[in-house]
């Protein structure tokens, strides 16, 4: 095809250079001709004619040989489009290389008691971390569990929970299912429970996005039909007549198999401003259709893998250099949801084979499923770069390359349903007397009976994590977590950059002020004006009485703490006037004598020390406000780099 095409491309720079030229000897000839009027002769008139009438059929011939040039370069810049349309995305120097079986745990979590004692619970509490499914023995060491599985559980529970004859005699069979009574309310507490995470905890906008999408939109976001006639897909007719050809695509519709697919569309063709640490994140639940063309077996079988279920979808647009902290903190907000319904879980970073087209990097959770004596896929979230973004025309403003840039897209399942509503049937059963058995952390999103009404469930503690026994402690992870994910990094790359500027902002600034006040002699009066301030003399205006009170109190705390500090260090150094350590009594008794320890130097330190902590709340703001930037554009770089020097030292270990 290229060099077809680059032997078109100079051919076609040469009929255009012939066009003109024989444009004019057309235009000189009926110039000429014009001038000689009546005066030439009959001899020169039919030589005249006869050169304009070859040189206007050589006009067309070019014009017909370029036309058929044209036609030719166009047909192949459209199917080497199509060929590059079809390429997949780069993938990350860290995923791993292969198939399933070199997926990569990275991460477990979850109440692990709900694995039953043997070969499995061994080896998850035998687990070390990052290893891959084939090292790890987590897999084929526990069989199925008739006795756990969801569709005999349900049975037994009665109330035709979920309603295989109506799926049959309704929708086509039980991969349509029907869920009646306390398992529909289920799948709304679990919705309501991820909307709330993701709205009220992460800063997630909500939407409703419609559940039929174009084709167009389909294939830009890298969702193209596998085996060019859709079998995965469920596409839309109008009046019984046939899908729409390839040609009418502009007019093709079907059913989205995820909200990523809307929300993404939902973004196409904008310039978004001001984007570098501050992503759009939208979060949507809808309905997810999958044809599922070509699945058997038990995975077929009740609610695993259905055609219609309802999915709560994170979708984000960041900046380039955000995305892969932002996948990081796509990940937590999963590994949150599922921990705390204390599903013993596992994360995998999956492997090259395993990734779809528009994938860079791709997690997967997947949770234990003891009635299918397998783990099962629950969420996954991907990092897409700027694949689609460049497929839907997406880009931002940045500062960083002063112009437009294409901006990175991510997406993030916050709730599978009818997975998670297999995962807590199994794991956690159900009552003797037929109701279900369930965390209580979906409690406040739970449907409440009528006050008449027997209760419908049997709420079980939550103790997936220690943030049951601490709910402060998980309030403040819970924030910690959500504030990174606002400033797009995780949670302990946010927590180190906080660290590493609280002290810059204490030592810094405390050579700065000291110098000033060496420089300038302010020590002695800054000493005496918080001297003043803890007597009362000083006060801060408008305050209420409590409040002057702390001032005073910390005032006199910061100036005798400072005082302390910088004596013990003048007398280890030797610095401030003090005897330098091994020097006589005499020695120091002579420079007491003198004064020097209350001024000079030992005033200045101790005033820049007192300054430096009354500055503690702006220390705080600035360390929180920076600590973003700094864990982007620094520590995540520096944490990669590493990471991928350690694997290449490790991978030429014999």
Partial sequence: MRPRLE?????????????????HEIRRLVSSSSTKGDGSTKSDKERDGEQLRRAQARARALKDD?????????????????????LPNTTHDDVPRGGESEARIVAVGGQPSLLADGPLRKAFDALRLPVTLSQAGLDGVASADPARDHVALLDEAGSQLLDTHASQLASGGSNWPYMRASLAKLEHALVQYALTAAVSQHGFSPCVVPDVVKRDI?????????????????????????????????????????????LAGLCAGQLLENLEGHPRKLVAASHAFRAEAGARGADSRGLYRVHQFTKVELFVVCAGAESHAMLDALRGIQEHLVGQLGLPYRVLDMPTEELGASAHRKYDVEVWMPGRGR????????????????????????AASDGEAYAHTLNATAVAVPRLLVALVENSGVASDGR???????????????????????WLSSTSSSSSSHPSLARAIDAVRALAQRQGTDAPTMVLAFLILHELT???????????????GLGGAVVAWFLDASHGQVQPTESPAGSVAAWRRWCGEWLSEGAARVERYGRRKGYFGFAAPGASDDDEAAALKTGTVLAGSFANAVAAYAVVKALLPLRLAASVALAGPL???????????????SRARSTKVP
């Avoid at 370029?66 to 079809?86: D, Q």
């Avoid at 864990?631 to 020097?645: D, F, G, S, V």
């Fill in 375 to 398: 783990w099962g896929e629950v969420s996954s979230a991907s990092n897409c770069t700027d694949y689609q973004a460049r497929r839907l025309y997406l880009r931002h403003r940045s």
């Fill in 7 to 23: 032997a078109l491309l100079p051919r076609r720079q040469s009929l255009a250079k012939e066009q003109a030229d024989v444009g």
């Fill in 66 to 86: 370029a036309t058929s040039v044209a036609a030719e370069i166009e047909a192949l810049n459209a199917t080497s489009l199509r060929l590059r349309l079809k």
């Fill in 631 to 645: 864990a982007r554009r620094c520590i995540e770089p520096l944490k990669r780099a590493l990471l991928r020097l």
């Fill in 436 to 458: 279900l058995r369930l965390p209580d952390v979906l409690r406040p999103f739970w449907l409440a009976p009528a006050p008449t009404a027997p209760a419908d469930v049997e």
């Fill in 218 to 262: 389909l294939a830009r976001t890298g969702f193209a039909p596998r085996d060019g006639g859709g079998g995965q897909v469920y596409w839309l007719t109008v009046d019984g007549d046939e899908r729409p050809s390839a040609e009418e695509k502009d007019t093709d519709l079907c059913l989205a198999a995820t909200a990523e697919i809307p």
């Fill in 506 to 520: 204490a030592i810094l600034p405390l050579f700065v002020l000291f110098w000033l006040f060496a420089t300038f």
